[in-house]
């Protein structure tokens, strides 16, 4: 299990330190570099299906279909919905009952949980269901059967799973339907629906398509709706899920800030430098050291719904992080430009409201790309599902090209939390920090006291911990969040910021931690701007990404569900290399049925020892696969296959495993919380100390489809970075690695085009 940790400025301390000298090299991608791959799969009979089995397993479809009758015949749509519950072995794609569902006549309605496959149904195709289980004998059809442990009817307990009783509490609730595998059932099903909302008499409204996706709907006056309109509405065939409307936080909680003995005052900006959005509760009119960092505002909150005390402290960490925390070395010495969109109630704002503000905020402001929320809905995520927050950022993302820095989420319950890490506690992460777009961001603490709670480099007793639905690895990294003292109160070990009253006072929190990762982001996508190809928000957090790995010891898969990929300490370490590594960032744009491969790989002479490679190498992978947002827990549509290895012939065998990867060779289940597969952000890490052989290496990409996941549109841009380091510091490496990448035909280009910014 994971131990105490290791201040960051020791692990930092002997290492060498990237030059401008060394700017990582960009290789373009050619469609040379695809190759077709033959598909694979077949049928596989888990279990003997054979005429007791098919009895079985008729009696749970009569069972749910005896659920869903009433329904049925009471839309005019006539479609109720049946939950496949499959077997752990045939979660994978190729195990899918997708003949089974075919023959039948029904309609794919996506997945939740990752072993439930939703399907509709009316009376016709659950007659003919019935019929092709007891009687049909083809070999797929007897392997589909096989792959089914149980049918189940989607009732009330699914579409209102926090219960009716919560809908009413709340008042507000946000309501999904379903959508089918055709165009004129899913009109006619959301006609039916709205028809029926209105028979209600409730109050509604559609939720913006672009953020939210087609068919979501408000409701509101919840507290006024009667007993049995909550029953029938739990029983409204084709609605997916109501849920309560969550509240979205400036911060998990509100924590107490005391004031620093001495004031120390910031300094007005003197370079030209980059800007994040802010997204929060705005920054307060009397806070004048932060004013002169501010270039442009657009308040949708005004006072008494804010105190403008949370947006402040966290613009002051953008604009001066460093000069404010001078005893935090392993700040960034760097600091941006504040656009302060005063967009969150200080006690919260509905999620619903909070997505329609930054709907409008974000195109105001189109030469902002990165944007800074330190806000979260105090609980944890789902295990097994993306909450709408989420989703919606992860559309807002793609709709206008911003990366979002989102905070990970505070856990203040009792037992606090210790370190290493013991027991099971509800401090997972929050929502929207789950979010496949979004760079997520936990807290350690750099300097430790008598009373704090951690030792230097633990993650902060208070920091959300990943993973998130589906075992999705989170937090991506973490940075300075401060220390807490005991018993749960600021100290000198928090971080010091500036208040409402322009006073600097101290507190801790994940919401301090983003803004530092946000403005080392911004200046990321500052130095690649005005390039051959344009800055994105996937480049941008695989350059973040990597950067935390290579300042960062190699953890485990417990470790870095609270480290993620470690503490990325400059933004230099994103963008050039140090004497004693070489790394190369590879774009390429994978399509379906392709492989794409770069060989033979260029290595640097000094870190071949008789015809071994003795080294440690460091991948990143990002990408920004489709998503889907009716698809439950198969919610990423696209998996991305990382190969690093020597070939034989025209295979290869993988040399550097993923993080997790010991667990790859078992079932779906197992790949998916052990070995990241779906998971749009890959992290793969070896060290060869007695070298490896090989004649030709190759670093190779492939990607692979959901089952019922159309072929891709367009192909998936995919970022890779990879680092050879050495393992002695030997200096020659970094020119060697040109040189041998000089005796390629790659097409390549110096990475940055812009120095960053430097105090």
């Known amino acids: 299990m994971a131990t105490r940790g290791t201040p960051p400025a020791r692990r930092g301390a002997n290492r060498q330190q990237p030059t401008l000298e060394n700017p990582i090299q960009r290789i373009a991608f050619h469609a040379s570099d695809l190759s077709g791959v033959a598909p694979g799969g077949g049928s596989t009979e888990f279990v003997p299906v054979d005429r007791m089995y098919r009895e079985q397993l008729r009696s749970t479809l009569n069972q749910a279909a005896a659920t869903i009758r009433d329904e049925v015949q009471a839309s005019r749509h006539g479609l109720g919905t049946l939950i496949l519950r499959l077997r752990p072995e045939a979660i994978a794609k190729s195990h899918r009952p997708a003949e089974l569902v075919a023959e039948s006549g029904l309609l794919p309605a996506g997945h939740e949980r990752i072993e439930e496959m939703l399907v509709a149904a009316d009376a016709s195709s659950l007659g003919t269901f019935d019929q092709v289980i007891q009687l049909r004998d083809t070999r797929k059809i007897r392997a589909n059967l096989s792959a089914i442990a149980t049918i189940e009817a989607w009732g009330p307990r699914y579409r209102v799973p926090t219960g009716t009783r919560t809908l009413r509490e709340r008042g507000r609730a946000i309501l999904r339907l379903f959508r089918y595998g055709n165009a004129n059932t899913n009109a006619q099903v959301e006609e039916v629906v709205l028809e029926t909302l209105k028979e209600f008499r409730l109050r509604f409204d559609p939720l913006d398509s672009d953020s939210f996706g087609r068919s979501v709907l408000r409701l509101v006056g919840l507290t006024e709706a009667s007993d049995d309109v909550l029953a029938r509405l739990a029983n409204l065939a084709g609605v997916r899920r109501i849920v309560p409307e969550p509240v979205a936080m ?33 920054v307060s009119s009397l806070a004048s050291q932060v004013h002169p960092w501010i270039n442009g505002s657009d308040p949708y909150v005004l006072p008494p719904e804010t105190d403008y005390q949370h947006g402040t402290n966290v613009a002051s960490l953008v604009a001066a992080a460093r000069q404010l925390n001078s005893n935090h070395d392993e700040l ?85 939390r210790i370190w290493p890490a013991g027991a099971i506690l509800q401090d997972r992460i929050g929502s929207p920090a789950e979010a496949t777009r979004v760079l997520t961001v936990g807290s350690v603490c750099h300097l430790a006291g008598p009373e704090s709670l951690n030792s230097a480099g633990e993650p902060a007793a208070y920091s959300r911990r990943g993973p998130g639905p589906v075992f999705t690895p989170k937090p991506d990294l973490v940075h300075a969040g401060g220390n807490v ?29 983003a803004p530092v990762a946000a403005t080392m982001a911004a200046h990321v996508w500052r130095s690649l701007e005005n390039t051959q190809q344009s800055p994105s928000p ?86 920004a696969p489709p998503l889907d947002h009716t698809a439950g827990a198969e919610y990423v549509r696209a998996n991305v296959e990382l190969s690093f290895g020597v070939l034989n012939g025209d295979n290869i065998s993988s040399k550097v495993p993923m993080t997790g990867e010991d667990y790859t060779d078992g079932y779906e289940a197992a790949q998916v919380e052990n070995g990241g597969k779906w998971a749009p952000v890959k992290i793969h890490r070896k060290s060869f100390p007695n070298g490896v052989a090989g004649d030709t290496w190759a670093l190779q990409a492939r990607p692979y489809l959901r089952a019922f996941e159309p072929s891709l549109a367009r192909p998936i841009r995919t970022y890779i970075v990879c680092t050879l380091r050495s393992l002695t510091g030997n200096t020659a490496v970094h020119e060697d690695g040109l040189r041998a990448l000089a005796a390629t035909n790659w097409t390549r280009a110096a990475l940055p085009v812009r120095v960053p910014v430097r105090a």
Request: proline share 9%.
């Open 250 to 282: 400036p911060t998990a909680t509100v924590f107490p800030v005391g004031v620093a003995p001495s004031l120390s005052f910031m300094l007005p900006p003197t370079h030209d430098l980059p800007t994040v959005g802010i997204f929060d509760t705005g």
């Open 485 to 513: 003292h005991s018993p749960w109160a600021p100290g000198n070990t928090s971080m010091h910021l500036v208040m409402a009253s322009n006073m600097i006072g101290y507190s801790f929190g994940t919401s301090f931690a």
């Open 332 to 416: 960034p010495s760097l600091g941006a430009f504040v656009h302060d969109v005063c967009g969150v109630e200080t006690n919260g704002g509905n999620v619903s409201d909070l997505i329609e503000r930054l709907k409008d905020a974000i195109p105001k402001r189109p030469d902002v790309k990165v944007w800074n929320l330190s806000l979260g809905v105090p609980s944890p995520c789902d295990e097994q599902t993306f909450s709408d927050f989420a989703m919606a950022l992860d559309r807002l993302s793609d709709k206008y090209g911003v990366l979002f820095v989102v905070a990970a989420g505070n856990y203040v319950d009792l037992p606090r």
């Open 538 to 623: 996937a480049l941008v957090k695989a350059l973040m990404i990597h950067a935390a790995q290579l300042s960062s010891p190699p953890y485990s898969t417990a470790e870095r569900r609270y480290f993620g990929a470690g503490l990325p300490l400059d933004v230099l370490d994103c963008l050039y290399d140090t004497p004693d590594s070489f790394t190369l960032l590879f774009e390429a744009d994978l399509a379906s049925g392709m492989r794409w491969r770069k060989s033979p790989y260029p290595l640097p002479a000094s870190l071949m020892h008789e015809g071994k490679l003795r080294a440690e190498v460091i991948i990143t992978c990002v990408y």
